[in-house]
């Protein structure tokens, strides 16, 4: 019994030692990937150790691969005693048979949950297939925004840069991501030294040359980025604690006004979502606002939250633009026609011209989207998964008719000056799209819409 226990412990051990070790060379790889270097790499994975989310995550996937280690086991010892005849029924009986079943099941609620009697006529004319912006920001100051990942870091963006232009996208936002681990912690990872740039930083810069060649504008939007919790709610225990956190954010922005001014970046946004930073040290943004243009000269907007964070902003007149991150709901069910989701915005528009004229400022939602299913439009900000096709309903037609709303209210007034669209994925693929629940617009009927309504010349 006691050697038997002790083989079943190594077994358990040595598939325990090969799980952290695929962890690592798979994190490594996406590190090096993102423009980290193999050393930094392999520190920010020894960083990283200290999340329990991460901890928590390898443990799952160790004892996955535990269970098809013995699973495997089983079928090879019957193989040994029985012959290959009989681990084959087996293998039929216990194995393959259950996993078809299931595999049916999991393609029916697919299929079922994909579909939608939604015909969306395309319209190719409004395309723009020159490789070059039109540039109708010069015309109107309309913001033909998109909020954009998925950058190929061999500094050839040619393709998916075309793909940009031809639905109109004159604006993008570079999001360089800003690391925290949770709520509570004190400081977040900073440059080693501003204005010395790392081969991430280097990436960023060299796509945002890419995109200015193409006559696209920038806004560079750096995002706090959190492990766990929600940015909005960062906490500490006491003043200092909090000029501690301040600190390390001063120096990631300074180091990113520094980038802007560089690479001829026409907007910088100095924050998103921070509302509890906001509430706890207003002093402290303005001081940063006024060290930002001492060494950037573009414009400036912050990111407020669409949930009342924008009224405790008593900086609007030290930048250019009320930024809004407009996740408002709009309706109360699924699946609205176009004039219930219109006026779903009443109220809103009402809100944000007031907002506007009582500062003196366009209104500019640096963040805007909508998930392709049927409850898009309830709660605009809710997150999906790769998994939600088995409980939510697809719609193209939600995203679409959102959009469609969307210009039809706001495009022609003249204190709004434009959209960021949540996001377009430049390493996406066509085929995915039809089990394709999440913000993207790519490839659906709603890209077409935002395409026709930025081709438009508001200066009318």
């Known amino acids: ?3 038997y226990m002790k083989n079943k412990l190594f077994a358990a051990f040595k598939v325990y030692i090969f799980t952290w070790l695929i962890s690592l060379i798979l994190f490594v790889i996406g590190a090096v990937s993102a423009g980290l270097t193999f050393l930094e790499s392999l520190q920010y994975f020894s960083k990283t150790l200290t999340r329990l989310k991460f901890v928590f995550a390898i443990h799952i996937l160790f004892i996955i691969l535990y269970l098809l280690f013995l699973v495997f086991r089983y079928f090879i010892r ?3 005693k029985k012959g290959f005849t009989v681990m084959i029924k087996h ?9 078809l079943v299931l595999f049916g099941i999991f393609k029916f609620i697919i299929i079922k949950n994909s579909s939608e009697d939604f015909q969306y006529n395309w319209i190719p004319s409004i395309e723009n297939n020159s490789g070059i912006s039109n540039d109708l920001y010069q015309i109107d100051g309309k913001h033909r925004g998109m909020t954009v990942f998925g950058w190929n870091y061999n500094d050839n963006n040619k393709a998916a840069i075309d793909d940009l232009v031809r639905s109109n996208i004159e604006w993008v936002a570079v999001v360089p991501f800003l690391d925290q681990e949770d709520e509570e912690t004190l400081e977040m990872r900073i440059p080693k030294k501003v204005g010395q740039w790392s081969r991430r930083d280097s990436i960023f810069i060299n796509t945002i040359t890419e995109l200015k060649d193409r006559n696209i504008h920038i806004m560079l939007k750096p995002h706090l980025w959190l492990s766990s919790g929600w940015r909005s709610n960062v ?3 006491s003043s200092a604690d909090w000029d501690t956190w301040f600190e390390s954010y001063r120096k990631n922005m300074l180091h990113y006004a520094t980038m802007a001014t560089k690479t001829n970046v026409e907007l910088l946004c100095i924050g998103t979502e921070l509302k509890s930073s906001l509430m706890s040290q ?18 400036l907007t912050y990111a407020a939250n669409w949930d009342g964070e924008y009224e405790l902003i008593d900086f609007w007149n030290e930048l250019d633009y009320i930024g809004i991150q407009a996740y408002f709901p709009l309706t109360e069910g699924s699946n609205p026609d176009l004039n219930t989701v219109k006026n779903g915005w009443n109220t809103h528009v009402e809100m944000l011209e007031l907002l506007s004229r009582k500062h003196n400022k366009p209104i500019l939602f640096t963040e805007i989207g909508y998930k392709s299913e049927a409850s898009a439009t309830i709660k605009p900000w809710e997150w999906g998964s790769s998994l939600s096709i ?6 193209d ?9 969307l210009y039809e209210t706001l495009w022609n007034k003249d204190w709004f000056a434009g959209t960021y669209i949540w996001q377009w994925n430049t390493r996406s693929n066509k085929e995915n799209t039809p089990t394709n629940l999440d913000f993207s617009p790519r490839f659906k009927p709603a890209e077409n819409t935002i395409a026709k309504w930025y081709a438009t010349d508001n200066s009318d």
């Open 390 to 395: 088995l409980s939510k309903q697809k719609s």
């Open 282 to 299: 207003p002093e402290k943004w303005k001081a940063l606002i006024k060290e930002i243009k001492t060494i950037y000269k573009g414009k």
């Open 397 to 405: 037609k939600t995203q679409q008719i959102a959009y469609q709303a």
């Open 235 to 237: 906490k500490q225990p």
């Open 91 to 99: 293998f039929s009986l216990r194995l393959f048979t259950p996993a």
């Open 1 to 3: 019994m006691i050697p």
């Open 78 to 80: 019957i193989q040994k």
